[in-house]
């Protein structure tokens, strides 16, 4: 789950995470009282969306008056904020965060995440904060440090002042970057989150150390252990058919193409998009029904699926292993005659009750087409998207 900046500020502050002096506003005239409140000869105006790159896409503006940051917060709010992350249709900016201007000396990068690789948590920093990292790994990965964190110890002191050392900290700041990384890991282990990044994390003129920035993403699996979090959620920053799947416990995610994929299991959800596109298609979605789903839930992600009007054909790939290929069936066959669909429908069944899932599919009445492996399935299918 993500959250806003102004959110992720908060919740790093309850853990000893220095940051700037912030008011959220709603309208131009909050902003302006809250510039006017942080009482600074520079403020910043800073559009809320969960995206990076919003300086570069104008949704990040410094205000010399309080009036000032009235006028840039009446440009700003309701705009579609289009930026690398949003997509060229944007984000419409419905919040603002007014912070106070700081002596910006220099910028610095941290990010905590879990390694895959390693299955560990790492930490890692660069001196190319401001920047965008995923562009820094790929041209000049030698800028980033990196610390593996043993999850039984945790973030060790050493390895905090050793970044701090790696990353130029004045020597009589090393303590203070100690210490805030050490409230940094604290934060992030104890929101059980999947990401921590503070760039820029700054060192001001008169020698803070204060998160400028900071994005906080929550790991969906341990929401249950902080139900006050829900509450975070801002539902306009997310895809509404993402939203309706994520009420019925289905992966799903909204893509560029048009043609529709259900499929069991996030592997073979990965492997079908990847033979669409071998074939010379776009897959329009991730969609993953689970190793367990009922006939009910197939049948609301087959009324996901056909809800986005850009999908022109749907293909079916289902392994029955714990799912039985019966049901699935029987689940598209309801859903395609309660929605009356008429886009071209590609199934391909293996597994479990296969013989009889293919039955039902061919006594439904409805056309759909059979395949009769993944390649096969992907022709098809292409075919008739086009």
Request: with cysteine; charged share 25%.
């Amino acid at each position: 789950m993500k959250i806003h900046e102004y959110q992720g500020k908060a919740i790093l502050k309850e853990y000893g995470v220095p940051v700037p002096r912030g008011i959220v506003a709603r309208s131009p005239e909050e902003a302006e009282a809250a510039a006017k409140e942080l009482g600074t000869d520079i403020v910043v105006v800073k559009a809320q969306i969960h995206a990076g790159g919003r300086g570069k896409g104008g949704g990040v503006k410094l205000a010399k008056s309080s009036a000032e940051a009235r006028e840039i917060a009446s440009q700003i709010l309701g705009m579609q904020l289009v930026t690398h992350q949003t997509g060229p249709e944007g984000q419409e900016v419905r919040t603002l965060l007014i912070e106070e201007g700081l002596p910006i000396d220099k910028e610095f990068y941290l990010g905590i995440t879990l390694d895959r690789v390693t299955g560990r948590n790492v930490f890692m920093a660069s001196q190319a904060g401001g920047m965008d990292i995923e562009k820094v790994a790929e041209e000049t990965p030698e800028l980033i440090l990196k610390e593996t964190i043993d999850p039984a110890v945790g973030l060790r002191g050493f390895q905090a002042r050793k970044l701090a050392f790696g990353l130029g900290i004045p020597n009589e700041l090393v303590g203070q970057a100690t210490k805030f990384m050490l409230a940094l890991y604290d934060a992030y282990e104890k929101t059980d989150a999947s990401l921590v990044e503070i760039n820029p994390f700054l060192l001001t003129k008169d020698g803070r150390l204060i998160a400028l920035d900071a994005k906080l993403n929550f790991d969906d699996n341990a929401m249950f252990r902080h139900k006050d979090y829900a509450e975070l959620r801002d539902l306009h920053e997310e895809e509404p058919l993402e939203i309706e799947a994520s009420k019925h416990d289905l992966n799903y995610i909204k893509l560029d193409g048009n043609i529709g994929c259900m499929v069991n299991g996030a592997g073979l959800a990965m492997a079908t998009m990847d033979i669409i596109k071998l074939a010379g298609g776009e897959p329009a979605n991730f969609l993953d029904v689970g190793g367990g789903a009922s006939q009910e839930r197939v049948e609301q992600a087959f009324k996901i699926l056909l809800a986005d009007q850009n999908v022109k054909a749907v293909l079916i790939n289902i392994f029955g292993g714990i799912v039985r290929c019966d049901m699935v069936a029987l689940g598209v066959v309801a859903a395609a005659k309660n929605l009356g669909v008429t886009i071209p429908i590609v199934a391909r069944l293996e597994g479990t009750n296969v013989e009889e899932g293919r039955r039902v599919l061919e006594s439904s009445g409805i056309g759909i087409i059979p395949a009769t492996g993944m390649n096969d399935a992907a022709q098809k299918v292409v075919a008739a998207a086009a």
